[in-house]
Nanobody, 115 residues
């Protein structure tokens, strides 16, 4: 089963950028798709972006045009480039994989955007 480790979170001012990374042990080919979710305090966890093995991508309406999901097979890593960040993007961000052996979540990483 794949093990996911997120990195790249932190604090940034509104309008700034961050890039989250999700490194997958065993490589990206073990999963059919990867995604980034986020959960703000008091809110349910929501899907932000996803990418399939065929490189099809989806985005939440709230981030489309600002966030980009991508992957590197050479680095076994899925990325989430986040531009023009806003305070409402503040949340814990989680990486998730969907595979034939089941779904896997990363431990989560905090992103804080100040106005």
């Amino acid at each position: 089963q794949v093990h996911l480790v997120e990195s790249g979170g932190g604090s940034v001012q509104a309008g700034g950028s961050l890039r989250l990374s999700c490194q997958a042990s065993g490589g990206l080919s073990v999963a059919n798709a990867f995604g980034w979710y986020r959960q703000a305090p008091g809110n349910r966890r929501e899907l932000v972006a996803s990418i399939t093995i065929g490189e099809s991508t989806t985005y939440a309406d709230s981030v489309r045009g600002r966030f980009t999901i991508s992957r590197s097979f050479a680095k076994n890593t899925v990325y989430l480039q986040m531009n023009n960040l806003a305070p409402e993007d503040t949340a814990v961000y989680y990486c998730k994989s969907w595979g034939n052996g089941g779904d896997t979540w990363g431990q989560g990483i905090q992103v804080t955007v100040s106005s």
